[in-house]
């Protein structure tokens, strides 16, 4: 089952503008990664945040984290074509308990309009 | 260094057969896990190996079942193909004993039953 829920599921932006996405999730986790997808290719890796943290920035990306609300936000800033892709959030708690590898959400894809 | 392989990259069955997918992970990762990518379901958790021991298994049947070999190499099976079994599946190997780590993920084989 799902735990990560990224909202909004689509975005589209200019060239250069800011993309903001967002993801919920049910259970206690122990960190959250967001992860990149280009057209049905492999996963890449971006960021990855622990529980005990509440920001994290790496390069163009900011991502923010809040487990009272059990949420988190990926912020990338100056934003250009190369960008177009789906992101995911995943978390390593499990809705049933217990490690059970990456629990990923739907998907935010996100368009970068030249 | 070379980063996790996954072969074939593209690979069409008929109802019924079987198939069986390879990922060579990074070189010193002894963690790997393997995920079902479809449009309706997501990204699914379908099992974790550490050290040729399969240690997580997600909500899969039998007939998806997997191994490692001592080089840390994994292959997963799956028998009796059927149609929903149409996906991306992707493999990621990880450094660390802990799964709470970043996941390096290959580019998939994209399977397709007939």
């Known amino acids: 089952s799902q735990q990560g829920e990224e909202d909004p599921q689509a975005l589209s932006i200019q060239e250069g503008e800011n993309a903001t996405m967002n993801c919920s999730y049910k259970?206690?986790?122990?960190?959250l990664q967001w992860y990149r997808q280009n057209s049905g290719r492999g996963l890449v890796h971006l960021i990855l945040?622990?529980?005990?943290?509440r920001e994290k920035h790496s390069g163009r990306l900011r991502v923010t984290l809040d487990t009272s609300k059990k949420s988190s936000s990926l912020l990338i800033t100056a934003s250009r074509a190369a960008d177009t892709a789906s992101y995911f959030c995943?978390?390593?708690?499990?809705?049933?308990?217990?490690?059970?590898?990456?629990?990923f959400g739907k998907g935010t894809h996100l368009i970068i309009q030249p | 260094k070379a980063g996790v392989t996954q072969t074939p990259r593209y690979l069409i069955k008929t109802r019924g057969q079987q198939v069986t997918l390879s990922c060579s992970p990074i070189?010193?990762?002894?963690?790997v896990s393997w995920y079902q990518q479809t449009p309706g379901q997501g990204l699914q958790f379908l099992f974790e190996?550490?050290?040729?021991?399969?240690?997580n298994k997600g909500n899969f049947p039998g007939r998806f079942s997997g191994r490692q070999f001592s080089n840390s190499r994994s292959e997963m099976n799956v028998s009796t193909l059927e149609l929903g079994d149409s996906a991306l599946y992707l493999c990621?190997?990880?450094?660390?004993?802990?799964?709470?780590?970043?996941?390096?993920f290959g580019q998939g084989t994209r399977l397709t039953v007939v």
């Open positions: 990621a190997s990880s450094g660390l004993i802990s799964m709470n780590t970043e996941a390096f």
């Open positions: 070189s010193g990762h002894r963690s």
């Open positions: 945040i622990r529980s005990n943290e």
């Open positions: 259970t206690s986790i122990n960190n």
């Open positions: 995943a978390t390593d708690g499990h809705p049933g308990g217990g490690a059970d590898g990456l629990t």
């Open positions: 190996y550490f050290s040729e021991t399969q240690r």
